[in-house]
């Protein structure tokens, strides 16, 4: 088993930049691929970043290419989704994910364990 936990998210000004973190508990966590999906209301959950399980690859949504970077620390249990220049149509919950495998996936299908979700709000 596998326990994550997000960092509680916020409200921030279109242009602004917010840090998510994802501590992890249980099993060796550097054995993990982790990812980052995001729902907002009414939407599907959509893949936002993954990382492999050592942090050497990394996969991002096309909407989110160089705005957000994911990164790890695997001394830490913690992974992170730091995210720049924040638009309205960033706003979703935002939800950690973890697989039991080297590499990340895009279909949330794929990961085994999943943290509570955080709310991110973005002003216009």
């Known amino acids: 088993q596998v326990q994550l936990v997000e960092s509680v998210g916020g409200l921030v000004q279109t242009g602004g930049s917010l840090r998510l973190s994802c501590a992890a508990s249980g099993r060796a966590f550097s054995n993990y691929a982790m990812g980052w999906f995001r729902q907002a209301p009414a939407k599907e959950r959509e893949f936002v970043a993954a990382?492999?399980?050592?942090?050497?690859?990394?996969d991002y949504a096309s909407f989110v290419k160089g705005r957000f970077t994911i990164s790890r620390d695997n001394a830490k249990n913690t992974v992170y989704l730091q995210m720049n220049s924040l638009k309205p149509e960033d706003t979703a919950v935002y939800y950690c994910?973890?697989?039991?495998?080297?590499?990340?996936?895009?279909?949330?299908?794929?990961?085994?364990?999943w943290g509570q979700g955080t709310q991110v709000t973005v002003s216009s």
């Open positions: 994910a973890a697989r039991g495998v080297v590499y990340g996936s895009r279909k949330s299908g794929e990961y085994d364990y």
């Open positions: 990382i492999s399980s050592r942090g050497r690859t990394t």
